[in-house]
């Protein structure tokens, strides 16, 4: 992300916790310390370290030879999870009061990650003769790793460096039959001088930087013969679909000092394929089976098509006896990439693919919970999205897997405004860890079809030296998809012109700059852009702000702890401004998230409409559009399309409605109207019915029109209806029916006859200011609507169900931006996560709409779900 000046330091609180702890002197391990590890000698298997002791070395001061002994006591260290950064461990053990809330994380004393962490594992073994044990690191140690085994030095900090390059040790003359300790210490981390994880101004910084272990560690046997990096390759003959070329590939490696004679085995598509293969000494030969498939099942991002996953199983046998195996998911699909316009056009199995998608936040403290990943899938596909955008942090690979399971497209990268985009300080180590950070990935995720693209800059662009690192990097990796020089309009030698443009906006611009195709308007591919602040509902702010720093949300000039790091961005300022010009000053904080919800709201929808609309431009093409960004990495009050406790509140909804797959929409601009469609097929039969009401609910205009929407992108459908009369805010209502004449999509916009205007002139690389505003003031005035609502609950599958609300303008007033929230029992907390068709829904009389919620039946407890129904001009009811 493009920053234009330092971070400021953190704060740290005088009075920081002590949280050094106390290590006792006894003997022998201590029991109820952690899980039992047992390595086997099974080849094919693996032993991951289920959770590790961790102590500071500031009181763990006993050299590594020491401390790896399985005798050591560690009485008195702490029991953390397996992937776990020290962080991560201290606020596993309560070491803190929660530090999401309010500005608690500023007791924490940074100074206790200016020293050395050790990691412990003490882990039972039966070495067997012919059995080679391989300790594999899944990723780096942060900053640098010391590993040690059973009183013996493994690797040093001068070779496992940096987050991201994995490791392998063959330590089988290191194991002891019956206890071993494994010992892992981790450096101080600055991601400013080294190859790391920044979070840059996205939250407050993690005090320890992130420092530790974050990927899983595993011990690993195999016989003479190890199979490694399998991976796979598959050739459409395009445009058919009909077959496909598959291919696939594994390394062979002999780990003895003698020749060896294997067969290797692929079981890949129902197909089985052999081959003998003599290596010599030591030596490592790549085993390749090519196959052809009939009517192959092929993958598809979740608008077009399908996803089906097949599996390709390796194995290696010496003589008749297993020496070890590997295996990979892959899917039938090709990705491909070229300059359209201004920008990059994606294709996926020859179509073209436009990319609209959100910047993806891990977890500050590089914690996994999967079931946390796989809602927040959940909910990124139920929005519409289609694709994820990694700025550095690329995540474990349980985010692949759900990632291929659901259609959801992967653009990874590094990151910006650290060590990794400070080029001119790169030495000859440097170099060497970032090509084997970039080896290290591409290998990891290279088959997951999921997959899209690898940007080897952010903000910047490698020069001539670096981009050869990355470049050979990624072809021993056997990349195969579309290397990027930047997410930003530079190019590098090689690879040159990116297609890819970083113009902003951080911060609030109104519903129109999206349509205007300037700056970071809807022309080209722009990776990064968005409307800044998002201010979840009341329930949530409560969670992670005290009362008081909810009440100093009206103070758009007070720095709020729970935006960003950043001067730029850790004042509402000018986002304020807008609210209170274009909807009035709020009167308190409740009226301030209230009117949040609609700018929230309409600017995020009409992002996704414009990028939309402007895919079938013949001039300057939309081509795609990260929106940044889609989740917090802790709770914040910006840049999100849920919040952190997954809340869905107006910018999620909004998101949602412009990113529909057959989909009516206005267009600010030009007041233009079309239906975008994004699936591969066209709608054929469809009328659009257009009215326009005034506050009063006097309707102005109301036509119909026939519309067939193409496939795979926008059909304009001529232009909105101008009546005489408008009141100065107004309402325009959308419904695209099908030939039945069923409703498939419903749009409101609340307009104003006084445009929202912009001041180009005045724009910085975060934002351009507005000249004018729109006047929406008239929905202060509204009479109050009447809605009555009816609820019913059914089972939806394992631990699932569906709640239904149905919802009836029975008042004489238009019901404007009418939300239902599924509550724990009347007046209870909000059920999170669920999965609403629609939210903020808008209804004159006699209208109906159902809306349907699905969540875990376990969510509840032992409560019965209620539905709460508000509105901008609705009053509070609870319906069970």
């Known amino acids: 992300m493009l920053r234009n000046r330092p971070l400021p330091a953190l704060a740290v609180a005088a009075l920081g916790l002590a949280l050094l702890v106390p290590t006792t002197a006894a003997a022998g391990p201590v029991p109820g310390t952690g899980a039992a590890l047992t390595v086997t000698a099974r080849p094919g298997t693996a032993s991951t370290v289920p959770d590790w002791r961790m102590q500071s070395s500031a009181r763990a001061a006993q050299a590594g030879d020491v401390i790896s002994g399985p005798a050591y006591s560690d009485t008195g260290w702490l029991t953390v999870p397996a992937r776990s950064t020290v962080m991560a461990g201290l606020v596993a053990n309560g070491r803190y009061p929660d530090v999401r809330f309010s500005e608690n994380m500023k007791q924490v004393d940074a100074g206790d990650f200016k020293v050395a962490w050790w990691y412990r594992k003490v882990f039972s073994a039966d070495p067997q003769p012919g059995v080679h044990t391989f300790l594999r690191l899944k990723g780096g140690i942060i900053a640098r790793g010391e590993i040690w085994l059973n009183g013996s030095k493994v690797a040093g900090t001068d070779q496992v460096v940096g987050a991201y390059p994995t490791h392998e040790f063959d330590v089988t003359p290191l194991l002891r039959k019956g206890d071993n300790a494994l010992a892992i210490k981790a450096t101080p981390a600055d991601p400013q001088n080294e190859l790391l994880i920044h979070f840059i101004d996205w939250a407050q910084l993690p005090p320890d930087r992130n420092q530790g272990i974050f990927r899983d560690v595993t011990f690993e046997p195999s016989g003479p013969v190890s199979l490694r990096n399998p991976r796979v390759d598959t050739d459409l003959p395009l445009p058919a679909l009909t077959s496909a070329k598959i291919t696939t590939k594994v390394d062979a490696r002999n780990n003895t000092g003698q020749p060896v004679t294997t067969e290797v085995t692929a079981a890949v598509a129902g197909q089985v394929l052999k081959q003998r293969v003599q290596l010599a000494a030591n030596q490592t030969r790549t085993v390749t089976f090519t196959q052809d498939l009939r009517d192959p099942r092929v993958w598809w991002p979740f608008q077009m098509g399908a996803q089906p996953l097949y599996e390709a199983v390796l194995t290696a046998n010496v003589g008749t006896t297993a020496s070890d195996s590997a295996k990979t998911t892959f899917g039938v699909r090709e990705v491909s990439s070229s300059l359209r316009g201004t920008g990059r056009q994606f294709t996926v199995n020859g179509k073209p693919f436009l990319v609209r998608g959100g910047g993806w936040a891990s977890d500050l403290f590089l914690r996994t919970d999967v079931r946390y990943v796989e809602d927040q899938l959940d909910l990124v596909k139920a929005m519409g999205m289609n694709t994820l955008r990694l700025e550095g942090k690329p995540e474990n690979d349980e985010l692949y897997d759900l990632a291929d399971q659901r259609g959801i497209m992967i653009l990874t990268g590094w990151e910006c405004c650290s060590k990794w985009e400070r080029y001119d300080s790169f030495d000859a180590e440097d170099d060497r860890v970032a090509g084997e950070s970039a080896e290290s990935e591409a290998r990891r995720i290279r088959n997951h079809p999921s997959m899209i693209g690898f940007m080897i800059g952010s903000d910047a662009a490698p020069g001539a030296g670096l981009e050869k690192t990355y470049l050979d990097a990624l072809q021993r990796a056997e990349w195969n998809l579309p290397v990027i020089s930047s997410a930003k309009n530079i190019g590098s030698p090689q690879l040159g012109k990116p297609g890819m443009k970083m113009d902003g906006p951080y911060w609030w611009e109104p519903p129109v700059y999206w349509h205007t195709k300037q700056l970071g308007g809807a022309a080209g591919f722009a ?127 909004g998101a949602k409605a412009g990113l529909r797959p057959l989909h009516a929409q206005y267009s600010y601009d030009d007041k233009s109207l079309s239906v975008m469609n994004t699936s591969l097929h066209p709608a054929t039969g469809h009328r659009l019915q257009i009215t326009l009401f005034n506050l009063d609910g006097t309707q102005k205009a109301d036509e119909t029109r026939t519309v067939t929407a193409a496939a795979n992108g926008p059909t304009k459908a001529g232009a909105l209806p101008q009546p005489s009369g408008l009141s100065t805010t107004y309402f325009v209502r959308l419904l695209l029916k099908d030939a039945a004449g069923q409703v498939v999509d419903r749009n409101v916009y609340w307009l104003s006859t006084k445009p929202d205007t912009l001041n180009y002139g005045g724009s910085t690389w975060y934002h351009t200011p507005q000249s004018g505003y729109a006047d929406l003031k008239g929905l202060n005035a509204l009479k109050p609507g009447t809605v009555t609502s009816t609820v019913s609950t059914a089972p939806a599958g394992d631990d699932r169900q569906v709640t239904t609300v149905t919802l009836k303008n029975t008042g004489s007033t238009v019901a404007f931006f009418v939300r239902a929230s599924l509550r724990k029992g009347t007046g209870g907390a909000e059920v999170l996560p669920t999965r609403w068709s629609d939210n903020y829904v808008t209804l004159w009389p006699g209208e109906t709409l159902a809306l349907k919620a699905e969540y875990r039946s376990s969510s509840l407890g032992s409560a019965r779900p209620v539905v709460e129904v508000s509105g901008h001009n609705v009053a509070k009811k609870s319906v069970s």
Not at 534 to 553: Q, V, W
Not at 630 to 646: E, I
Request: charged share 20%; glycine share 6%.
């Open 527 to 653: 990776s990064e852009i968005g409307p800044g602040a998002t201010i979840p509902e009341m329930d949530e702010l409560k969670k992670f702000l005290s009362a008081a720093e909810i009440n100093r949300l009206t103070d758009y000039n007070a720095t709020q702890y729970h935006l960003s790091p950043s001067a730029t961005f850790d004042k509402l300022t000018f986002w304020g401004t807008a609210l209170d010009n274009r909807y009035g000053k709020p009167a308190n904080a409740e009226d301030l998230v209230r009117k949040a919800q609609l700018a929230n709201y309409e600017t995020n929808r009409a992002q996704f409409e414009a990028f939309g609309d402007n895919f079938s431009d013949a001039t300057n093409p939309s081509t795609g559009v990260i929106y940044w960004m889609l989740n917090n990495a802790w709770p914040t009050l910006y840049w999100h399309l849920y919040d952190y406790y997954l809340a869905t509140a107006g910018s999620y909804f």
